[in-house]
């Protein structure tokens, strides 16, 4: 055994998919990231082996993937966690595929996949359901889906330890989201066992915890799945007035704001501040583990790559906590990641994964859409309501096809399976979601009905989902009803704007800056009007804002 990997990884491309043909062998792809100390484990006990690695050498091509670097293949073949060990026939066609496997464990699936192409060859490939039939049952929009949900958030809860489920607990931060305006003890019982048991003394979140108890977290600490948490706590805040929620949210803000901020990044907005945010950290148990005053020097390794779908959900997390508290320096931080990720991966509408990355995801698409429709609402300002309409019509050009958002855009010379479109619900909500936000900030209601159509692709399995789809109640709700819309006639920052961003709803959206024909205010001074349920009413004091939007609710 060695303390590396001896088996000559190639690249996930035409090259590695070239000599499987030529060869006649199947390809093991290793799905791995950065943030992974099992896969480590596994690259260096398992391909460490010599061995293993000359099986391997003798019967496969290998290829080794960094997930993060590629979602579009993370997509269609991880195995339900990392890593995620493929095999795969010559035209990306699926055989067998596992997660972490020890050295015993991988000789054995190595051995037995060469068996089984020597005795089918590409015979034995399979393409995945929901790669074979990726349309979804397409319905009608209506209150069902939300009452559907409701009733899900209590069938699911685990009402002794909190959270949903009775095995490895997940934050659910978007379940959480759903359930603060239509569960709240739940929704908070379960943020308090998050803060209880994965948020790390130094701040930041774990991403899960492997038993019901929320006890033997896996310590490894992602940027959106932090960011996510941050705009959850942030808003139960909002809904609750309660500190433990804001300290909570701040704890990890200042983490983002240090351990994940990348520095080297080229410079963006009009601050001291350069840089973005960093994709990940290491979760290297015998350092978590440790209080933190025991802690060896030197913290586990951080993935500095700027992703645009990451940096996207984390500025629209600080924005909204800013919204809420007046905090500057999560204003700044996320203003500064912001103009960084316009100015270096987005062009004409189209926003890069990351330097030098795949192109007009989804995934990018419509994180770096909703963060630009929060700065319009939070910040103000005509630059980002003009990114958010460039960044979501290049996104309805090239990735609405026939009523549904596609995952990536249409390429024949892709790659396995990567030439097979994914429908992803989670990513068609946010981009709804957006959408909704847009629609409010410019008056533009073809936004909106994209967002309903794209939202009726999934309705016909409503009585399917599960609480782990929460989001897409939410912004059904947001399609039907229309949400709580506040209109400032004042720009960003003052009284009435701030007023308006602090109603406890944060399905809501906030205009400043806007222009209500007819209509002003005492002695010509700002005006806010809220519109809710189809009926209007006009406020030009905060305290009267505030009575307005109890009387319409």
Partial sequence: MTDESLVEWREWGTAAFAEAQDRDVPLLGFLTAPWCTWCDRMETEGFGSPMIAANVAEGFVPVRVDADRHPAVRERYQMGGFPSTVFLTPDGRLLSGATYLDPEGLRSVVERVREMWEERGSDAGRVPRALRDPDPPRGALDDRIESHMAGQLEVSFDEQYGGWGTEAKFPLARTVEFALKRDRTRALQTLDAVAGHLADPDGGFYRYATNRDWSEPHYERLLDENAALVRAFANAYLHTGDERYRDVADDAISYLTTTLWARDTDVGGTTDLAGAFAGSQAGEESYFEQPPEDRPDGSPGVDETVFADRNGLTVEALLWYHAYTDDAVAREY????????????????????????????????????????????????????????????????????????????????????????????????????????????????????????????????????????????????????????????????????????????????????????????????????????????????????????????
């Fill in 334 to 553: 996320a203003r500064t990641a912001l103009h960084t990720v316009l100015d270096t991966l987005e062009r004409e509408g189209t926003v890069a994964h990351h330097e030098g990355g795949p192109e007009g995801l989804l995934t990018d698409q419509a994180r770096l859409f909703r963060a630009l429709t929060t700065a319009a609402q939070v910040l103000g300002g005509g630059r980002y309501v003009d990114a958010a309409v460039r960044v979501a019509d290049r996104t309805l050009d090239t990735l609405f096809v026939g009523g549904t958002f596609l995952d990536g855009p249409a390429d024949d010379e892709a790659l396995g399976l990567l030439d097979r479109p994914l429908r992803p619900i989670d990513t068609t909500v946010e981009v709804a979601d957006a959408l909704v936000d847009l629609a409010g900030l410019t008056g533009e209601e073809r936004y909106r009905e994209v967002a309903r159509e794209s939202l009726e692709a999934f309705a016909g399995a409503r009585d399917r989902m599960g609480v782990d789809v929460a989001g897409y109640a939410s912004a059904v709700s947001r399609v039907v009803s229309r949400p709580l819309t506040v209109e400032v006639t004042s720009e960003a920052g003052s009284d009435l704007h701030r007023a308006a961003l602090r109603i406890a709803d944060h399905e809501k959206v906030v205009v400043p800056n806007a222009t209500l024909d007819g209509e002003t205010g005492d002695d010509d001074g700002p005006l806010a009007c809220v519109t809710l349920h189809g009926e209007r009413a006009l406020a030009d004091t905060p305290a009267e804002l505030q009575r307005r939007v109890s009387e319409l609710n």
